[in-house]
């Protein structure tokens, strides 16, 4: 049987993280993974934020950060994908009430370890199966906010719209919808990648009524020319090869897109 998972040391630890970055009001709208965010997560957050240089070293603290910003605890978070639930643990130990819905049938290179997680994050409530309209168990607008971590890239064109229909059931008004997904900017599928998250902010747009700010034809110029975009490392790419032959999975400039707006209040 696996050891419950707590990564801070006490109460006062919790809060002193809680008042730090509830003063740092996240970014409404669509943004993009700079390295001063991530130096900043290192420095403050190093519990979540590892060295290994994949993109989620960025976005699992980004995710956290934005939570904290616009929501406080004991508010109820929602997380679709976790996956390992690193993020949904941290949060809880600040006093937010999580919930993490994950099929874990390994899809996308995804984690099965269901059992492993129920044992080591038993502070987190973990419901085994796939986000969709009028799933049972979940009570419709009763969460403060709804979350995703590098996880929308890897849903179908025709399963978004129900994935957002599912957000915007289970929001309650007012409640914040915030995603971070990975774009790949230049190289192998940047094509399907650009019109895949022209989707994604077209369908965050419309749920919450929220457009994407700034419009995304005008993030992907900034991003490109800003020295400070995060991008995935060549040691990241290397632990995503996965063994396979490099010309079946060669390298490609990847970034993190984030995208947060709010449910409407009537």
Same mark, same amino acid.
């Given at each position: 049987m696996?050891?419950?998972?707590?990564?801070?040391?006490?109460?006062e630890q919790?809060a002193?993280?809680?008042?730090?970055?509830a003063?740092?009001?996240?970014?409404?709208?669509?943004?993009?993974?700079?390295?001063?965010?991530?130096?900043?997560?290192?420095d403050e957050?190093p519990?979540?934020?590892?060295?290994?240089?994949?993109?989620?070293?960025?976005?699992?603290?980004?995710?956290?950060?934005?939570?904290?910003?616009?929501?406080?605890?004991?508010?109820?978070?929602?997380?679709?994908?976790?996956?390992e639930?690193i993020?949904a643990? +941290?949060?809880?130990?600040?006093?937010?009430?999580?919930?993490?819905?994950?099929?874990?049938d390994?899809?996308?290179?995804?984690?099965?370890?269901?059992?492993?997680?129920?044992?080591?994050?038993?502070?987190?409530r973990?419901v085994?199966e796939?986000?969709?309209?009028g799933?049972?168990?979940?009570?419709?607008?009763?969460?403060?906010?709804?979350?995703?971590?590098?996880?929308?890239e890897?849903?179908?064109p025709?399963s978004?719209?129900?994935?957002?229909?599912a957000?915007?059931?289970?929001?309650?008004?007012?409640?914040?919808?915030?995603?971070?997904?990975d774009?790949?900017?230049?190289?192998?599928?940047d094509?399907?990648?650009?019109?895949?998250a022209?989707?994604?902010l077209?369908?965050?747009?419309?749920?919450?009524?929220?457009?994407?700010?700034?419009? +995304?034809?005008?993030?992907i110029p900034r991003?490109?020319?800003?020295?400070?975009?995060?991008?995935?490392?060549p040691?990241?790419?290397?632990?995503?090869?996965?063994?396979r032959?490099?010309?079946?999975?060669?390298?490609?400039?990847?970034?993190s897109?984030?995208?947060?707006?709010f449910?409407?209040?009537?």
């Open positions: 696996s050891k419950p998972v707590r990564v801070l040391k006490n109460p919790a002193a993280i809680l008042s730090r970055f003063q740092a009001k996240s970014q409404i709208g669509a943004s993009y993974a700079t390295v001063r965010d991530y130096c900043e997560s290192r957050l519990q979540i934020t590892p060295l290994d240089g994949d993109l989620k070293n960025v976005q699992r603290p980004w995710a956290a950060k934005t939570i904290m910003a616009r929501v406080p605890p004991p508010a109820r978070l929602l997380e679709i994908g976790g996956g639930p993020v643990g +941290f949060l809880a130990e600040l006093g937010y009430e999580v919930t993490l819905i994950d099929p874990y390994g899809f996308a290179n995804g984690p099965t370890h269901y059992q492993r997680y129920l044992e080591q994050f038993p502070h987190v973990i085994r796939y986000l969709r309209p799933l049972p168990g979940l009570e419709p607008h009763s969460f403060n906010a709804v979350f995703s971590i590098s996880v929308l890897h849903i179908p025709d978004l719209g129900p994935c957002f229909d957000i915007a059931e289970f929001l309650a008004p007012g409640g914040v919808s915030a995603h971070c997904f774009f790949i900017l230049q190289g192998h599928g094509s399907h990648d650009y019109q895949h022209q989707r994604i077209a369908e965050q747009a419309r749920v919450t009524g929220s457009p994407s700010v700034p419009p +995304f034809d005008e993030l991003l490109r020319a800003d020295v400070e975009t995060f991008f995935l490392s040691q990241g790419h290397h632990l995503w090869r996965g063994g032959a490099y010309p079946e999975f060669p390298f490609r400039k990847v970034i897109l984030q995208v947060v707006a449910q409407p209040k009537g």
